[in-house]
């Protein structure tokens, strides 16, 4: 066997897998007719486009092989990221309507989209089961258009920066049962006028069934009423009982007694972060030492009451620890002189504060 002629299409495939940069896999498509026949799916399967003439170039490919019933190249596509900050509401439609088998939408800074196009991109892509946009002026409209259309599959969805949100969102949201990632940052939520408090929008998260990571994130708002737990959280199942990551900041009013409600109730919690609480204090450290064996990841940015002798028995005593993130200017550096520097790498916030990151020790190997 000395052609590439030769070779059976499983080898080939298996050889076009191993090919990491686009550049490489498209020189591939001009070995011979079965390497493009093979490589060409692989070429469009994940497109990261930046720039308003790379854009505008796929939309002409696109539209020139949708005639070709056999050889449409948007087909292939199933994941999109487009970082384009003057896209335009034409332009996203034209992209869209191509690529009908597309599962993972990722939208960054397009500030000039709007409801005008996105209340139809689920009329295209169908099979969406992961959405992320940050910062765009979508409304509540998008949002009951995903979910009358992706409620089935969509399972992950992360807004940044998009402040014509309000809490109504999550009414929308409720009937998207796979929804197992839900993230909202930044959104302003609260500025725009709407039907829901946001204690009944907590209560429309809480009834999704399948929430491993949650996160809420918002400056001047405290989300205290979206701690998954209940007065009686004792007697009841879990909120979300497959939950391991989440986030609440601000949270103000937050507790002890509150918090270690949410650590015994999800003991798989991996990764846990609470922002701005002055009320919170070490014995929320030792809840999560004592309950959440496998943590991984803990943040307790801006709470004046933790210490550095509680950060320090929270290192001890959780072998799979890999970073603490404290942000309190009454914390610093001098606290863990005796630690290996080995073993703690230790940065600086322009307030004072310190974030302890990676740990390296022996008991954090592999980490």
């Not at 790379?54 to 019933?69: G, N």
């Not at 809420?216 to 209940?230: A, C, K, Q, Y």
Request: glycine share 2%.
């Amino acid at each position: 066997m000395n052609h590439l002629a030769h070779l059976p299409s499983e080898l080939i495939l298996l050889i076009l897998n191993r090919v990491d940069e686009s550049c490489d896999l498209h020189e591939c498509t001009f070995i011979n007719t079965t390497f493009y026949k093979l490589a060409t799916p692989l070429l469009w399967e994940h497109l990261e486009l930046k720039g308003g003439l790379a854009f505008s170039f796929l939309i002409d490919c696109l539209e020139a092989s949708s005639s070709l019933r056999s050889n449409s190249l948007g087909e292939f596509v199933r994941s999109a990221l487009i970082q384009e900050p003057f896209l335009i509401d034409d332009e996203l439609l034209a992209f869209i309507k191509h690529v009908p088998r597309l599962n993972d939408l990722s939208l960054v800074d397009p500030a000039f989209i709007s409801d005008d196009s996105f209340q139809h991109v689920p009329l295209y892509v169908p099979h969406l089961t992961r959405l992320y946009i940050r910062y765009s002026n979508i409304t509540q409209l998008s949002i009951e258009a995903m979910s009358r259309h992706w409620y089935r599959q969509l399972n992950h969805l992360e807004f940044i920066q998009c402040p014509d949100l309000s809490y109504d969102l999550f009414s929308a949201l409720r009937q998207c049962t796979a929804l197992t990632s839900l993230a909202i940052s930044y959104c302003r939520l609260e500025k725009n006028k709407a039907i829901d408090t946001i204690q009944v929008a907590a209560r429309n998260v809480m009834a999704l069934p399948n929430i491993t990571s949650f996160r809420i994130m918002d400056r001047f708002v405290n989300w205290t009423p979206f701690l998954p737990i209940t007065p009686t959280a004792q007697q009841q199942q879990p909120v979300w009982p497959y939950l391991t990551h989440f986030s609440l900041g601000e949270c103000n009013d937050l507790t002890d007694a509150m918090a270690l409600a949410l650590i015994q109730s999800h003991p798989h919690l991996v990764d846990l972060k609470f922002y701005h609480s002055e009320m919170m204090t070490d014995k929320t450290l030792d809840a999560i030492a004592t309950h959440l064996p496998n943590i991984v990841n803990v943040d307790v940015e801006e709470m004046t009451k933790i210490t550095a002798a509680g950060i320090r028995r929270l290192m001890q005593k959780c072998p799979k620890l890999a970073t603490v993130g404290c942000d309190n200017s009454n914390i610093d550096a001098s606290h863990f002189d005796d630690v290996d520097p080995s073993s703690l790498k230790i940065y600086y916030y322009n307030n004072g504060g310190i974030y302890v990151g990676r740990l390296y020790g022996e008991a954090f190997r592999g980490y």
